[in-house]
């Protein structure tokens, strides 16, 4: 399954998107106005709980500063991560798309598509608010 948010252009440079999105704390800045909880649990993790949905935790995943950044699932029961595709247009503008990408079955698919597309959405519309 995956979910590709529209392309949000921001008035900060690439170097600045990373380095917030990098703050796992700024995290809960860009979540949608669903969110029940959430907890910074250490240095490369947190959780989050959406209302309806059990609570996703996730770790620092594949990073390549400023253009990449991975959160990706730190449960093996469900293999997901969501990513910040990070591109500069100059030196005080970058482009940025959040992506999430998860195995799942037809019926856990269906279930969470909906609740996802949400969070990836109001990441994105959230990042654009703040920039």
Known sequence: M?????TQTLGKSAEEVYDFLNELSNIEKLMPEDLEAFEVTGDDSLFFVLKGMPKIYLE???????????????REAY???????I?????????????????????????????????????????????
């Open 2 to 6: 995956e979910i590709t948010a529209p």
């Open 60 to 74: 620092r995943g594949e990073y390549d500063r400023p253009s990449k950044l991975v959160l990706q699932s730190s």
């Open 79 to 85: 293999e997901f991560h969501i990513a910040a595709q």
């Open 87 to 131: 591109d500069a247009v100059d030196e005080s503008q970058c482009e940025v798309i959040f992506e999430f990408q998860g195995n799942f079955n037809m019926l856990m698919a269906m279930m969470i598509k909906t609740p996802i597309t949400n969070l990836i959405n109001a990441m994105a519309e959230n990042l654009q608010k703040l920039s």
